[in-house]
């Protein structure tokens, strides 16, 4: 599988869970999508640092875009790319916080760690 149809198998994958699986349905609420806006003015901030500086380098036979960078650094926009990495980050990107973001929710409904005690840590307690 490319990198293209693993992204969007992990999109597809992850909104079954929340909508039908979980049943959290975070990706109906307007907050999540305002949330979410700020998350990936991070996620291309790093991904800019990460593939910028040459750090993580992708197979361009995998990727939407040419495999060809000019002058040794892939663009920064344009070629299948945004914020130098391809845009298939992004898909990635989301179904990592969704699958989270989701099964945040879900235990938290469930009452997992719903009243924390405050004090040492457990394995300190005599």
Do not use: C, H, K
């Amino acid at each position: 599988m490319t990198y293209t149809q693993l992204g969007l198998a992990a999109v597809v994958l992850v909104a079954v869970v929340d909508l039908a699986v979980l049943r959290t349905r975070l990706l109906g609420r307007r907050v999540f999508w305002v949330s979410y806006a700020i998350i990936v003015f991070f996620q291309l901030v790093t991904n800019a640092m990460f593939t910028g500086f040459g750090i993580v380098r992708y197979d361009g036979s995998a990727i939407i875009g040419g495999s060809s960078p000019v002058d040794g650094a892939p663009p920064f926009i344009g070629d299948g790319r945004l914020a130098f990495a391809p845009v298939e980050d992004l898909l990635f990107g989301f179904a990592l916080v969704v699958l989270s973001l989701s099964l945040w929710v879900w235990w938290g409904r469930r009452g997992i760690d719903r009243t924390p005690e405050s004090g040492p840590p457990i394995w300190r307690r005599p």
